[in-house]
């Protein structure tokens, strides 16, 4: 019994010793991806009706719509986050004011990188998320895809977005497709 009670006190003063890891996140950029999630939570929170107009394949098609899968439809605007550490120290960072705006350019050092360019546009005063523009490009010896993504939002909610891009595939024509989205 006395070799239990040494076995586990020294099993929980291992314990103890231990760091924890770290669960703070560090931000090296403006962190889009927590922004694009606070969006989709209150989207899903309290449905809205968007009037949404999709082009693709030669063909358009405008409707309303309040059952959107937000997580799928955002996608690009997720994927054009560039808070992560493995992208530290490789994009050029600027700043412009324009009236009440202030802009967070962040441009791509190399030509590989996914996100060329991002433009976040905040509130000079409350930095509150006004809008968001991005340009992506993926290109390699089977596809190649370009995409511009714009997004505006209001008292923090989303107003509008548009999604405009061009994707390629190796020996087939490429194809074009439009999304745009107002909150009605």
Same mark, same amino acid.
């Given at each position: 019994?006395?070799?239990?009670?040494?076995?586990?006190?020294?099993?929980?003063?291992?314990?103890?010793?231990?760091?924890?890891?770290?669960?703070?996140?560090?931000?090296?950029?403006? &962190?889009?991806?927590?922004?694009v999630?606070?969006?989709?939570?209150?989207l899903k929170?309290?449905?809205?009706?968007?009037q949404?107009?999709?082009?693709?394949?030669?063909?358009t098609?405008?409707?309303?719509?309040?059952?959107i899968?937000w997580e799928?439809?955002?996608?690009?605007?997720?994927?054009?986050?560039?808070?992560?550490?493995?992208?530290?120290?490789?994009?050029?960072?600027?700043?412009?004011?324009?009236?009440d705006?202030?802009?967070?350019? /962040?441009?791509?050092?190399?030509?590989?990188?996914?996100?060329?360019?991002?433009?976040?546009?905040?509130?000079?005063?409350?930095?509150?998320?006004?809008?968001?523009?991005?340009?992506?490009?993926? &290109?390699?010896y089977? /596809?190649?895809?370009?995409?511009?993504?714009?997004?505006?939002?209001?008292?923090?909610?989303?107003?509008? /977005?548009?999604?405009?891009?061009?994707?390629?595939?190796?020996?087939? &024509?490429?194809?074009?497709?439009e999304?745009?989205?107002?909150?009605?």
């Amino acid at each position: 019994m006395k070799k239990i009670l040494i076995v586990l006190s020294f099993s929980l003063f291992l314990k103890a010793c231990q760091t924890p890891e770290s669960t703070v996140k560090v931000n090296y950029y403006y &962190d889009l991806e927590q922004k694009v999630n606070e969006q989709i939570q209150l989207l899903k929170s309290s449905p809205v009706m968007f009037q949404k107009a999709t082009y693709a394949e030669g063909r358009t098609e405008v409707r309303d719509v309040n059952d959107i899968s937000w997580e799928k439809e955002l996608a690009f605007f997720l994927h054009a986050n560039i808070n992560k550490s493995a992208f530290r120290g490789l994009y050029k960072e600027s700043q412009i004011t324009s009236g009440d705006t202030l802009f967070k350019i /962040y441009e791509a050092k190399d030509l590989d990188l996914k996100v060329e360019k991002l433009v976040i546009g905040l509130s000079k005063n409350t930095q509150e998320l006004w809008s968001v523009q991005a340009k992506t490009c993926t &290109d390699n010896y089977l /596809y190649s895809s370009q995409r511009e993504l714009k997004m505006y939002c209001s008292n923090n909610k989303l107003q509008s /977005y548009y999604i405009k891009g061009k994707q390629k595939m190796i020996f087939s &024509d490429p194809e074009y497709f439009e999304i745009k989205a107002k909150r009605k």
